[in-house]
């Protein structure tokens, strides 16, 4: 009953730099879905003292994402701040990578002016975005670079709240929340399950499939 499972398809010219990758979205900013060509990708330089991204970019910064999709580091500052700056020196998307272990991050804020489109990965998935984007350089022309890009796809391999063999996933964050861990569906479930940590909108009061999978669950651990 879990849907295809939307995912970040890069694509690039250097041999094992393609991949897809799991992503979240953002609370600021235009609506993303599937189908979504969000464009080439591009690094900024790393601030250790300010937050990268969380001030306006230099020359040398704007210069590498004006029209690309700028992959940013997540930390010291809220993401719509990062969005915010990346926009304002031209780019066309944003990247916001994980700086910690574990999933893509929720990307919460608010800023009406924030017109370009922003997602999530996590902490590897980020560092494989930027592999993918220095693999790239060699495999274009003499005049222009090879680029890696990045568009919204759905991969009919996964499901959306499950593992790779379809297994649905509980819910763990890092640290454990109590009372909440490993006792509810993980939040990447879609459609929405009854019994996420969260109430969402589109939930009814049907608790076997295909409107949720609760029932199931409390007969395989022998209720």
């Given at each position: 009953?879990?849907?295809?499972?939307?995912?970040?398809?890069?694509?690039?010219?250097?041999?094992?730099?393609?991949?897809?990758?799991?992503?979240?979205?953002?609370?600021?900013?235009?609506?993303?879905?599937?189908?979504?060509?969000?464009?080439?990708?591009a690094t900024i330089k790393a601030d250790t003292v300010n937050g990268q991204g969380?001030?306006?970019?230099?020359?040398?910064?704007?210069?590498?994402?004006?029209?690309?999709?700028?992959?940013?580091?997540?930390?010291?500052?809220?993401?719509?701040?990062?969005?915010?700056?990346?926009?304002?020196?031209?780019?066309?998307?944003?990247?916001?990578?994980?700086?910690?272990?574990?999933?893509?991050?929720?990307?919460?804020?608010?800023?009406?002016?924030?017109?370009?489109?922003?997602?999530?990965?996590?902490?590897?998935?980020?560092?494989?975005?930027?592999?993918?984007?220095?693999?790239?350089?060699?495999?274009?022309?003499?005049?222009?670079?090879?680029?890696?890009?990045?568009?919204?796809?759905?991969?009919?391999?996964?499901?959306?709240?499950?593992?790779?063999?379809?297994?649905?996933?509980?819910?763990?964050?890092?640290?454990?929340?109590?009372?909440?861990?490993?006792?509810?569906?993980?939040?990447?479930?879609?459609?929405?399950?009854?019994?996420?940590?969260?109430?969402?909108?589109?939930?009814?009061?049907?608790?076997?499939?295909?409107?949720?999978?609760?029932?199931?669950?409390?007969?395989?651990?022998?209720?």
């Amino acid at each position: 009953m879990l849907t295809a499972q939307p995912v970040l398809k890069i694509a690039s010219p250097a041999p094992g730099s393609a991949g897809l990758y799991s992503y979240n979205t953002a609370s600021f900013g235009p609506t993303v879905a599937t189908g979504l060509s969000l464009g080439a990708l591009a690094t900024i330089k790393a601030d250790t003292v300010n937050g990268q991204g969380c001030l306006p970019f230099d020359a040398a910064d704007t210069a590498a994402v004006t029209g690309k999709v700028a992959v940013i580091d997540r930390g010291t500052c809220g993401f719509a701040v990062k969005a915010k700056n990346a926009q304002n020196a031209g780019a066309i998307g944003v990247i916001i990578a994980n700086n910690a272990a574990g999933s893509a991050p929720g990307l919460g804020g608010t800023d009406a002016s924030i017109v370009i489109p922003t997602v999530s990965v996590s902490q590897t998935d980020g560092a494989a975005l930027r592999a993918a984007i220095t693999a790239s350089v060699p495999y274009g022309t003499r005049g222009k670079p090879g680029s890696a890009s990045a568009s919204l796809a759905v991969d009919p391999n996964r499901r959306a709240g499950a593992d790779l063999a379809g297994r649905p996933l509980l819910y763990t964050p890092n640290p454990l929340i109590s009372g909440s861990s490993v006792s509810h569906w993980d939040v990447s479930a879609t459609p929405n399950l009854l019994m996420e940590p969260n109430i969402s909108r589109d939930l009814g009061t049907v608790l076997v499939p295909p409107k949720d999978l609760t029932v199931p669950l409390l007969k395989d651990i022998g209720w």
